[in-house]
């Protein structure tokens, strides 16, 4: 296949209203599709993303059951599979908090080769928050799923809630080898316009595409995120 169109590959973080990310993008794909872009078949493409993730660390849908650790004979698969969902269009969207989990060498190598196959151009969308929201949001959310004592009980480095994984200037050093990214405040965006959902439209050159929406939830106070 030869490389074209864009890959935008929103990345996370955590809690930064992702999962009304997921869901806005779903009740405007018609409008995603008139303008050349379209979706990932799964809303969260964690399982996309856990085939890239390094095998030692032990994220969430892993320990769900979810998805396995990576099968090194599976990415010219994934390709051919990105391609395709393209169904005829220029670009596609794929959504996955997952792959803000993706730190080293390794990962970067194997990812940039895969998607290289596919798009000219891939666009990293970035959303931070408070450091200590972020913690306070995802501790929460760990408590309530009922994985916040297995992922404590880990050692640091293969815990997806170690210390490490809170290094923002960490994720952004991992995609600047991807591609040009396209960062968000996701604090300022909801002090200003009440949701990130604006300043993801215009990340994606798409102003106005979710003009109407209000899907924020799981609010934690001021600072809420998904």
Known sequence: MRPQGTLWLHVGTHKTGTTSIQRAVGLREAELAAAGIALWPEANAQELANHFIRPSLWTIPRLLGISAPVDVAIFDELAARMDAARGGRHDLLISSQEFCMMRDALEAQVLKGTLGQVFARVVPIMAFRDVDDWRASRTDELVRIGMWERQEALPDALSSDGDWYYDAAAV???????????????????????????????????????????????????????
């Open 172 to 226: 952004r050093r991992f995609w600047a080898q991807i591609g040009d990214g396209v960062e968000i405040d996701y604090d300022m965006a909801v002090a200003r316009e009440g949701s990130i959902l604006p300043a993801l439209a215009r990340a994606l050159g798409q102003p106005g595409l979710f003009d109407g929406l209000d899907l924020r939830l799981n609010r934690r106070g001021a600072g809420a995120g998904q």
